[in-house]
């Protein structure tokens, strides 16, 4: 499903004199492996992998640790998702001097997944299709206190946020809990109950109690149901 970026052409970083201090925060080891190999030759790209996290609870470790200047964060993750990890390291990009910025980078383009990465305090979403060039260059943009936007959901987020009144709230969405929208996502693509436990790291009772807990919040009967819902939002 996730995508590896497109080789980087040397000739167009060699030689930089700019560095950034980058932790990578992905669930698929082989995701991050590859965009490792691909923006992590700091010679050639200025781009230092200074620690990789696969679940929320990693990723805070990691980035306390490590404080670097620019996080690419994933917004599925297990444990709570891109926003718990953004919640949770508040602190760190607040911080007066050297801030830690955090730029998603996802297979997703659902809009409940940019906005809701994006209020958290992302400075940028850009999609897994991204060019290795282009994302080393949205790196260095974060790092300079840029949002960055792949094309695509630039426009989208401009309308999101064009009015001068707060975004509209989902009012039925917001009585989930961050765990309960993750399996209601799952559900929504096919995902069975064992596929979704093993996705999430819980038992499948767990994700029974999950998706009893969905039904009865939002009113609805049976998977099906949940599924046209959950596509009739784009959470997809």
């Known amino acids: 499903m996730n ?7 040397a000739d167009e970083t060699k030689g ?47 980035i306390t640790a490590t404080r670097p200047e620019v996080v690419l964060l994933d917004v599925h993750l297990p444990g709570g998702g891109g926003a718990e990890v953004l919640r949770r390291c508040a602190s760190l990009m607040s911080a007066a001097e050297n801030p830690v910025r955090f730029l998603a980078l ?10 809701g990465v994006i209020r958290g305090g992302a400075r940028g979403y850009v999609t897994k299709t991204i060019t290795g060039t282009d994302l080393v260059d949205s790196i260095f943009r974060v790092q300079d ?6 094309p695509r959901l630039a426009g989208f987020v ?10 509209p709230v989902d009012e039925d969405l917001d009585r989930l809990t961050q765990r309960e929208r993750e399996v209601l996502r799952l559900i929504a693509r096919g995902y069975a109950y064992k596929e979704i436990a ?8 767990t994700v029974e109690s999950h998706v009893s807990a969905v039904l009865r919040k939002l009113q609805l009967s049976n998977r099906h149901e949940l599924t046209r819902w959950a596509t009739a939002r784009r959470l997809v």
């Open 198 to 205: 093993k996705q999430l790291f819980i038992s499948v009772k």
């Open 106 to 115: 996802s297979v997703s383009d659902a809009a409940e997944d940019v906005i």
């Open 3 to 9: 995508e590896q970026p497109e080789t980087l052409g």
């Open 158 to 167: 401009l309308d999101a946020f064009a009015s001068t009144d707060a975004p």
């Open 145 to 150: 206190g840029d949002a960055v936007f792949s």
């Open 16 to 62: 930089s004199a700019r560095h950034v201090r980058v932790v990578l925060v992905d669930d698929h080891r082989m995701f991050r492996t590859g965009v490792q190999a691909e923006i992590g030759r700091t010679e050639v790209t200025g781009v230092e992998v200074v620690g990789e996290a696969a679940d929320v609870d990693q990723a805070v470790t990691v």
